[in-house]
């Protein structure tokens, strides 16, 4: 039924899907926990302090679960897919090298500091740990999205005797023409996913009367963030667009729903991709309007998937559907962030109930964005894993179906019993109130240094 490359392709698939969900949501956490800290030091204000630890176990689960997954990703780039790591392995081994170098070792360095050291490293020690993890996370998107870019947009290579990547210029195959983008628009959401969670959370605990000042802290700090990070998004994505029109045009038409170069392309808001017929059935389209977006003109000229054969085709029907759904979240999101700014104004977020009962659907958005956004850009690269020098086709392992067939089922039976009781776990940490009357520990080490402000944030607590 299935081939072996359809196989590794579908564990491919089904095994980075899983692993993705974990960096979006860890990238914005850590981030989360360090202005939890750092307002808790500047404020003396114990409930960014009890909403620090709330989060932080969760965010030790989570990333451990991303550690796991991200290991067997390695493990299926030597099996299944070893033509594509020895044609590529010297432009991009090294850099995967530096990403546990200088990102993993950093996380995992000052992870146990912040996750058990508070009452023995002191808090400037502390709080600079948590930064480190923060800083760490942002260093993996770096290099992690600097080498899916360089798959996408290839500079800065030669091809040696026997065909392999060899680097000839290492800025220019680290800051390939689409790295920038794709780094803020990942990062952008990751943030959003972080913010869309931490604000269910806080306003499923604001609903049922259980959160108190640390629920209402949750829920007004993710608000915040998706106010002026989903606008944001918006413009990064648009810049996204641009620098894939230019580089990856089949990938934009596929997005799109364009059979036809035109000018002045119509938007199509939804329809039908037939691809055997090479059309769109019941299309609702807005004219111009898609080349205004694309090429910022009314009259900009969108190349159609016509213009390159069929063999050289992304899927369109996936990558057409992906890009609306991720689209759509995103609009929605955006318009959560301005739903909570007249809420602010008028009445107050902690009466806004239908806003919190909102935020609480929205909360797992954030992943679903993220995953339709990959396979937007993933699935429109094919049929290449180095865009328009290595095919897909002949970068697997020459193994028989049975043999990855075997592994996949492995993978699926051990994938859903180790994340599925991680995923329980985290969810029953979240469903436990922020305030649940456990005693936060506000004491560091007994040192002089810190003595001072020790005391000065004891007061504060007892104030509280």
């Known amino acids: 039924m299935f081939d072996a490359l359809e196989l590794a392709r579908l564990q491919f698939a089904f095994t980075v899907s899983f692993h993705i969900l974990f ?37 030790a689960v989570i990333f451990g679960m991303g550690v796991v997954s991200g290991l067997v990703m390695s493990y299926q780039f030597g099996t299944n897919w070893a033509v594509f790591s020895d044609k590529t392995g010297p432009v991009l081994g090294p850099m995967m090298g530096y990403e546990v170098l200088s990102a993993f070792f950093l996380e995992a ?35 992690i999205l600097s080498v899916n870019s360089w798959m996408q947009t290839p500079v800065g290579y030669a091809i040696n005797d026997v065909g392999q990547f060899v680097p000839e210029n290492w800025l220019e195959i680290v800051f390939n023409p689409s790295f920038p983008y794709r780094l803020v628009h990942m990062v952008l959401a990751a943030y959003l996913t972080t913010a869309f969670v ?28 998706a106010a002026f990070v989903a606008p944001m998004q918006i413009v990064a994505g648009d810049f996204h667009g641009l620098n894939t029109l230019e ?42 309007l898609g080349s205004m977006i694309l090429t910022h003109h009314w009259d900009g000229e969108i190349k159609g998937l016509k213009e390159w054969p069929p063999e050289d085709r992304p899927p369109v029907t996936i990558v057409f559907f992906s890009f609306r759904i991720m689209v759509g979240i995103g609009m929605a999101m955006t318009a959560i962030g301005f739903w909570s700014l007249l809420s602010r104004a008028i009445w107050g977020i902690d009466r806004a109930r239908w806003l919190q009962r909102a935020t609480v659907l929205m909360a797992p958005s954030g992943f679903i964005a993220v995953l339709a956004g990959w396979v937007t850009t993933e699935v429109g690269r094919q049929p290449w894993t180095v865009y328009e020098l ?13 043999v990855v067939a075997t592994s996949l089922i492995a993978f699926i039976i051990v994938y859903f019993v180790l994340f599925g ?34 005391e000065g944030i004891s007061h504060v607590s007892g104030e509280d």
């Open 23 to 59: 960096p979006a949501f860890s990238i914005g956490l850590a981030s989360f926990l360090a202005v939890l800290e750092g307002l808790w030091i500047l404020r003396k204000d114990n409930t960014y302090l009890r909403v620090f630890d709330y989060w932080k176990t969760i965010f």
């Open 109 to 143: 360095g000052f992870l146990g500091v912040m996750l058990f050291g508070r009452n023995k490293v002191g808090l400037r020690l502390h709080f600079f740990s948590t930064l480190m993890v923060a800083v760490g996370t942002l260093f993996s998107a770096f290099w």
């Open 198 to 225: 931490v604000g269910g959370v806080g306003a499923r605990h604001l609903l049922l009367g259980q959160g108190g000042k640390e629920a209402r802290v949750m829920f007004s700090m993710a608000l915040w963030m």
């Open 247 to 288: 580089h990856q045009p089949q990938k934009i038409a596929a997005m799109e729903g364009h059979f036809e170069t035109r000018k002045g392309a119509s938007l199509i808001l939804f329809g039908i991709p037939d691809e055997e017929a090479e059309t769109v059935n019941w299309a609702v389209e807005i004219p111009k």
């Open 390 to 402: 290595l095919r897909t086709s002949q970068s697997a392992s020459p193994l028989d179906a049975p």
């Open 421 to 454: 009781a991680g995923t329980y776990y985290t969810l029953r940490l979240m469903r436990r109130p922020p305030n649940s009357g456990e005693p936060t520990e506000i004491a560091g080490p007994v040192r002089t240094a810190n003595r001072k402000l020790i």
